[in-house]
């Protein structure tokens, strides 16, 4: 563990936000709306600034935590201010202050009332997501995990739609159920290393570095899934989705599809599968068949909706059923193309509701059968409507291509099953966003509502250029992406399938199987024996 710069860059970047919001909320007045849209600006676009200086910084060759910082802040339980980044959350880390910064962009002028309020809550969102990406120990994890549920209870129930109460309130419920279930878990994991090893301690890498007892597990496991599969969110746990992103404003579906949906799927990757790896294995075959409903059904619901936003939200749905059934086919191939595709979805999604969100402030509906023909008056619009489109599907050449075909292949080494019904769901997506598109930009220009708007301003386009160019880079040049996050998911593939080796010819899946873990990796300590002391009990490359 390094921190190779000398100075607490991963504090700056985490608490930036809130050195902006603080003049917001307390010095500027509410009537200075212009001043307030510009400090906001200034201070995301800042806070994307500082987070690019890791890029120079950042060792591709370790899976070790890097940019690491560790104070002392509740010592007589443990508590730590630890917060260090791999090749996972380093990516993640990026996608957090990109779009939230485009966010900020995309609200100039969609948010007319309580402004003060919107982003400062923007702001503090940003500090919590950002947060729980960094965080080392759990307790400091847990408290940015809750941070972020508050300020997009009051984005969504604030300047949300007709229903945004109810939409704000089950998102609220929802969330906090899952909540609960993810403490019950931390505070298992802490009393039982306490139990073995005779130290108190939440720090997460203490956790990893132990096998815990399979019934210990089992149980962990299942609260962190209630709290991560709420998240993400997973079959059945997804009817608070599409009602939050329909009531939210564009911003906050921007936020919401771009980066929180991922924080499920990161809980899965970081905890899920490296503290509790022999009941990740076990939970296999009921994960995946979640996974795959969610790709089928809510794809099939796409084709039946008649609200753009609405269609969008259900199509999140089934593209999180491809990353966590990435996660769970435990070899780097299915890993990798997980973690890319939250990458993926954090940019085509952000980019399809910040495209609704362009249209709806100009016709304020969002039904598809009041459209039809734009391309004829709205032709930048409607090009940069087709990438994202084109995005979101796979087209090759596209970000989305790289992602979802490494989770088929992962897919496809453990079972052709798993692969064949995730490759319809490919099918079922073109379908339904070809199907919108064809709708919207195409055909006769009818409407008279339609024949008067105006193409997208210069603002608006840089809303959504970023992107596209990311979506054209990971498409057309995925190695960076894929070296930087290589030797994490190496690291834990190795953790939860003791069966894999680096060298690609050397994994073996037989029987269209998970490998049983019939052996423990060397360095880790069986808690089935007798106690042994903590700084004994190294994992390999800890």
Known sequence: MNNVLGFPILSLIIFLPLIGAIPIMLFVPKQKEELI?????????????????????????????????????????????????DGISFLLILLTTLVTFIAVMSSWHAIGERLKEFHVSILILEVGMLGAFMALDFIFFYVFWEIMLVPMYFIIGIWG???????????????????????????????????????????????????????????????????????????????????????????GSVILAGILLKMGTYGFVRFALTITPDAAQTFVPFIVTLSLIAIVYAGLICLAQKDMKKLIAYSSVSHMGFITLGTFTFNPQGLEGAILQMINHGLSSAALFLIVGLIYERRHTRMISDFGGLAKVMPVYAVLFAVATF??????????????????????????IWALI???????????????????????LENPE???????????????????????WIGLY????????HASVN??????????T????????????????????????????????????????H
């Open 37 to 85: 849209r510009w400090l906001s600006a200034i201070t995301t676009f800042g806070t994307f600034l500082v987070s690019l200086i890791l890029i120079p910084n950042f060792n591709n060759n370790t899976h070790e935590m890097q940019f690491v910082e560790r104070h002392s802040w509740i010592p007589s339980i443990g508590v730590q201010y630890f917060l260090g980044i």
């Open 161 to 251: 739609g007709p229903r945004k109460l109810y939409a704000a309130i089950k998102f609220f419920l929802y969330t906090l159920f899952g909540s609960v279930f993810m403490l019950v878990a931390i505070l298992a994991l802490f009393f039982v290393y306490h139990h073995y090893t005779g130290v108190y301690t939440f720090e997460i890498l203490k956790y990893m570095e132990l096998n815990f007892p399979y019934n210990i597990q089992w149980w962990v496991f299942l609260a962190f899934f209630l709290g991560f599969a709420v998240k993400v969110p997973m079959f059945p746990f997804h009817t608070w989705l599409p009602d939050a992103h329909v009531e939210a404003p564009t911003a």
């Open 391 to 416: 995005s979101s599907i796979g087209l090759p050449g596209l970000n989305g291509f790289i992602g979802e075909f490494l989770v088929l292949l992962g897919a496809f080494k453990v079972s052709y």
């Open 422 to 444: 995730a490759a319809s769901g490919i099918v079922i997506g073109a379908a339904y966003a070809l199907w919108l598109y064809q709708r919207t930009m195409f055909g006769k």
């Open 450 to 472: 339609n024949m008067n708007l105006t193409d997208l301003t210069f603002r608006e386009r840089w809303t959504l250029i970023p992107l596209v160019i990311m979506m054209f």
């Open 478 to 485: 995925p190695k960076p992406f894929l070296d930087t996050m």
């Open 491 to 500: 690291n834990i593939v190795q953790r939860v399938n003791p069966g894999y």
């Open 502 to 541: 680096p060298a690609l010819e050397s994994f073996k899946v037989e029987n269209s199987s998970i490998p049983a873990a019939d052996h423990l990796p060397a360095g880790h300590v069986n808690m089935n024996e007798p106690a042994v002391p903590a700084d004994t009990a190294h994992h390999a490359g």
